[in-house]
């Protein structure tokens, strides 16, 4: 596991200053609207989107770069990130110019060497010049260019998730899920052990539900397909389709088909904001034991407004992101602090008591 071991971002939205923040291989953010979660998560969306040089669309799709820069241009000139993994790190700093943010400078050093990018509109981490370089930009690329941040919000009647997809759309599961047919069927063909897992998983949350239904000669396009078990062997006969999964059910497949799929498909580390969302309290424990297992292999980071689901970690595993001074702060929950409390309660009650902070 490659995990990013150090964080650094100084002017972030509202991330002022975040200097060399340790991750661990299991990273559940929690705290107030506002504190800053979703935009630590934010950081790795930015670079993903650098590294496939569309770092000018995801700057329009965020409103401008001084929705970007903390408190606007005025207040702050300059953006910079650096992530380290192992002996290796990768810096960047993004500045405004009109409408866009320009890359100031970007970059990698090892202990052995410093290698510079350059700069511009767009990273020239995937247009690399010289053997050496290429060598820097071959590692950035396997980790910054497989970053995605999933966020299965969007599960209306309308959402592409409940429309057929492209068969072939199946070489990753989307961030909003949109493809989960496709990539359930690929599953199902190349990582039969692994579509039984996700299977198994949804059971313990729907015991009703039977199996996944994938067509022998599915055409172009193909829709995400299912039925019920009448016990615990006999599936129904009767075909249904994504329109009748609820909303909490349908989240629950993205997630255990995300964190049930084999380890060489899975990005790393796992970014997944609120993945608590239209869940049962009883499948909350579920989900935090997958998250759990994940982060043995990948390096998982999560945010989360769940008491519920912070009830089933560690507290060396909770970061309390909270808003000081204007500007987002973040600290790892100490267990020491923590021994006498958590005989009596767990460690969401002790959250929701403003005991480890978090609070509004």
Known sequence: MSSVSHLTVRGFKSI?????????????LIGPNGAGKSNLLGVFRMLSAMAHR??????AQEDGPDALL???????????????????????????????LTISHEGSRSEA????????????????????????????????????????????????????????DNVRLHQDGSNLGPFLRYLRERYPANH???VDSIRLVAPYFGDFYHRSNPGERVELEWCERSDQ???????????????????????????????????????????????????????????DRASEARQVIVSTQ????????????VVVAERQDGASSFRRVDPESLSIWLDDYALGDLWMMNVIGGRP
């Open 306 to 317: 769940s008491a519920g689901l912070v009830n089933d970690f560690k507290p060396e595993d």
């Open 16 to 28: 002022a200053a975040l200097e060399r923040f340790e991750l661990g291989s299991l990273n559940v």
């Open 233 to 291: 062997e006999t599936l129904s006969s009767r075909i249904l389709g994504p329109r009748q999964l609820s909303d909490g059910l349908l989240r629950f497949i993205c997630l255990s088909t995300l964190l049930n799929q084999p380890v060489e498909l899975q990005p790393d580390p796992i970014l997944i904001d609120e993945p608590e969302l239209g869940l049962h309290p009883a499948a909350l424990a579920i989900l935090a034991a997958l998250l």
């Open 70 to 100: 903390f408190q606007g241009r005025e207040e702050t000139h300059v953006i910079e990130i650096e992530y380290e993994v192992g002996e290796h790190a990768y810096y960047a700093g993004f500045e405004p110019a009109g409408q866009h």
């Open 113 to 168: 060497r410093s290698i510079s990018l350059g700069g511009g509109y767009e990273s020239n981490v995937l247009v690399p010049e010289g053997p050496e370089i290429d060598a820097i930009a071959s590692f950035l690329r396997e980790r910054i260019a497989g970053w995605r941040v999933y966020h299965f919000s969007n599960t209306t009647m309308n959402a592409k998730i409940r429309q057929a997809q492209p068969v072939r």
């Open 54 to 59: 569309r770092l000018q669309v995801f700057v």
């Open 196 to 198: 039984r897992s996700v």
